[in-house]
């Protein structure tokens, strides 16, 4: 079984996209074989610069990596060490109806939000299709914001398929997990950069602790007074730090009354500080090392570009772009 999954590098990554990909992504290795991989080619869809696009991508392996993505166990790569993506999504594009495209909420999304309608943003899907049949994924974990990319996938593995061979690019199905609540943010709506509510994963200890203290939302419960346990961020953050003893002991003490929502957030911070320890140690050691960051991802794009060289050189063959 191959897993394969893609991150954008647009930032400073936070929990929510820690519970929500990168948690995951690193237990699927002890599934299967996996490849991961920095999307930088999409993430050049909305980056203002080519310093930000280094430094992001340069931090995301930096951050995967020490989160616990292991490199025996992982082929970890950039996109663009396999330009090779580049043909395969312009192959993909020949057979891919302007329709299906006008259709993904990503572009309507991101026109939204203001950004340029540049070509790269419209066929953002079909290079994202290409990244998973290169690899001849079977299957790929994605938040339910991609689902739609994923059908786009299907249905372009599926029209190469009926036009130049069956079998001749694998199908690949999507795992969506269900069951990755959304991570809430700190006013409580989701956690995401563009809401400017986030808790990121590897932030200074000063800075955090008055995050948490200054920007997680509560009601004006008394300090005296029972707090209510229903919709609280405090609790629902806590959740995915502490022990199920701890949970239970701090609803209890909501219940109780007589602490307030100071000292919760104390041991809100603790917990969230805590549980990040061990990669915030490895984190240290890796910018301390930027030589293995290098190796990595070398000998990762070396591991990705020949399985991507066997699936372009059938394509290739298949579409008549072999005359000879
Ligand atoms: P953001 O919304 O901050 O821009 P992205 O869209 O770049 O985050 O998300 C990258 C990955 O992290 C996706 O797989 C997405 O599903 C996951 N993710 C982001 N925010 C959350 C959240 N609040 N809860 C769970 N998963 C999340
Ligand atoms: N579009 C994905 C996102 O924004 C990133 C991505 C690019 C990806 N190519 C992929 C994810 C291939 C999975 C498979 O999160």
């Not at 594009?93 to 999304?109: A, I, N, Q």
């Not at 009926?162 to 999507?174: M, R």
């Not at 203290?213 to 502490?242: H, M, W």
Request: proline fraction near 5%; charged fraction near 25%.
């Amino acid at each position: 079984m191959r897993f394969l999954t893609g991150l954008q590098p647009s930032g400073q990554l936070h929990i929510g996209n820690y519970f929500g990909a990168i948690e995951p992504a690193v237990r699927l290795q002890e599934q299967g074989e996996a490849f991961y991989f920095i999307a930088n080619y999409h993430a050049m869809t909305t980056m203002e610069s080519a310093e930000k696009l280094r430094e992001n991508t340069y931090g995301l392996a930096v951050d995967f990596l020490a989160c616990g993505l292991d490199p025996a166990k992982s082929v970890f790569f950039a996109q663009s060490a396999v330009p090779e993506v580049n043909e395969l999504a312009w192959i993909l594009s020949t057979v891919c109806p302007m329709g299906l495209l006008e259709r993904c909420h990503s572009y309507k999304d991101k026109l939204a939000k203001g950004f340029s309608p540049s070509h790269a943003l419209f066929a953002y899907p079909a290079l994202m299709a290409a990244d998973i049949l290169l690899y001849d994924s079977d299957a790929v974990p994605v938040g339910k914001d991609q689902k739609q990319h994923l059908e786009v996938t299907r249905d372009l593995a599926g029209k190469i398929n009926d036009l130049f061979g069956e079998n001749l690019l694998k199908v690949p199905e999507a795992i969506i997990s269900e069951s990755t609540a959304v991570v809430p943010g700190l006013d409580g709506q989701k956690m995401s950069k563009s809401y400017g509510n986030t808790l990121p994963i590897f932030g200074e200890e000063k800075a955090m602790r008055k995050l948490i203290n200054k920007k997680v939302v509560t009601d004006a419960t008394p300090l005296e007074a029972p707090k209510p346990t229903e919709n609280s961020i405090i609790l629902a953050l806590y959740k995915l730090f502490a022990s199920p003893e701890q949970y239970q002991e701090m609803i209890d003490a909501h219940r109780r009354g007589g602490v307030g929502y100071g000292q919760f957030k104390k041991d809100l911070f603790e917990t969230y500080w805590e549980y990040f320890r061990a990669a915030r140690e490895k984190r240290e050691w890796i910018l301390a090392h930027p030589e293995y960051v290098h190796d990595v991802l070398t000998s990762g794009a070396a591991k990705a570009r020949e399985t991507a060289a066997a699936t372009l050189a059938r394509v290739r063959a298949a579409v008549g772009l072999v005359w000879c």
